[in-house]
């Protein structure tokens, strides 16, 4: 923490009008100083997308009195990119927050997630950056058992650092009663798709995406595992996608090109 | 292989009339029974996204004599699992492939790559996976150098495996004259953004993404380094998104709370 009062940008992926990010915005006031740049339209399951077909928008809004927000017609993704360019202009941030989400973002959800993409793209600006998630799809969530955890989390992170190009996902159990905070690997796990068909007024058939969570993993390690458990799961995050392992397989090859 | 004609699922992100797909799909063809599902419309930058909100549409087409297609009206992602889930039922593929992209998927930009993604999911789902990427972004690319790479590693893939829940990102210099193939690591950069911030009719801004990749890596082992000396090069990527080297640093955390 370079200063007595440190910057927090505030991000979301359910749009700056949800409430876990008046959770989230709340909670980092007390800490420092904030500015919220959102998703003006909720963008669950964006995942890294960026926006370079069409231009965006950024807009500065008035929705919680003393609070700095922004609401962006882009991705995730394209508001923590905006918001290092246009609103801090090359002055970092000291901490990026994302969420706190509406559903979990543990095991494979780390792909699919716009609030971890968002965290994500912060480490890669060299942000340290946390995703927050909660066990709850609702609007009508209740997020107030994780402000404590939220906030402590944030002091740490601001205190101690990460090691270079890592984040933190963390994701809470849907319940007032937690056990305490476990530092976990990201559980093996798919979504078995189903897809919901369905045929229009005009007889031609569309598809609902729908899904169960097929664990694959029964790892006491895992976040899945500690969630169960009433655990907060916290996973260290890489952004390199490099299967480090692989190579010494793949150098064994023979090409015949 | 499992058997004496393997069925091979072709994807891409540039949609499914550019000219890269037919690339690739001609390839596989010489090589087994190809089913293509793509993109209605171009979907770059689409990264790891999936539909959620509204519905989805996949049509039969007919763009090329005896090749098995479909138009998706969703991303990469969800083209692989639609084609899992509606077309292949369960019967999974033997090979997924994904491109031939019209630019360049290397180092960071696996995760905003629609392309990358596509092959990502595949792997989820168990196929052997494989993103293939050419450093031209022009509609008018030529392609026929890549040709004899694309079907080698594609063979390779088919008889030796990849490692469990890894997947390869195939890129290829824009030349005839390359010297090999190189296996890599992703190497280390950003995109630094810049932002064209212009004013519409009605006098409001508006901003459309740019950038400029920013290698922060020389190392000779990196995708970005066989790239500039003219080799094709092959990451092995993987999905476990879990900093396991820094799972230790930060059990050593104490939380007060």
């Known amino acids: 923490m370079n200063k007595a009062k440190p910057t927090i940008l505030v991000v979301n992926d359910d749009g700056i009008t949800a409430p876990g990010i008046k959770v989230l915005l709340e909670a980092m006031s007390e800490i420092g100083r904030v500015v919220v740049v959102a998703p003006d339209s909720p963008q669950s399951g964006m995942g890294h997308a960026i926006t370079i077909g069409k231009p965006l928008r950024l807009d500065k809004v008035d929705l919680y009195e003393g609070v700095e927000m922004y609401r962006c017609s882009g991705t995730p993704v394209d508001c923590v990119k905006l918001a290092v360019n246009k ?5 970092k941030p000291d901490l990026c927050v994302s969420g706190i989400n509406h559903g979990l973002n543990n095991s494979i959800n780390v792909l699919y997630s716009g609030t971890m993409s968002a965290a994500v793209e912060g480490a890669i600006e060299g942000i340290p950056s946390i995703g927050f998630s909660l066990d709850d799809y609702t609007l009508q969530a209740d ?56 045929i229009d007024p005009h007889k031609r058939p569309y598809y609902w995406l729908t899904g169960v969570f097929q664990l694959n993993d029964g790892g006491e390690d895992t976040d899945v595992w500690a969630l169960e458990h009433n655990y907060v799961s916290v996973v260290p995050v890489q952004f390199d996608m490099t299967a480090h392992h692989a190579i010494p397989y793949l150098n064994n090859w023979k090409f015949n090109v």
Chains 1, 2 share one sequence.
């Open 87 to 91: 609103i801090f202009k090359g002055q």
């Open 143 to 198: 997020f107030s058992h994780c402000v404590k955890y939220v906030k402590e989390l944030a002091l740490q992170v601001l205190a101690n650092g990460l090691p270079q190009a890592t984040l933190l996902n963390v994701n809470f159990p849907n319940t007032p009663h937690i056990k305490g905070i476990k530092v976990c690997r990201q559980a093996a796990a798919k979504w078995a798709e189903e897809f919901d068909e369905r």
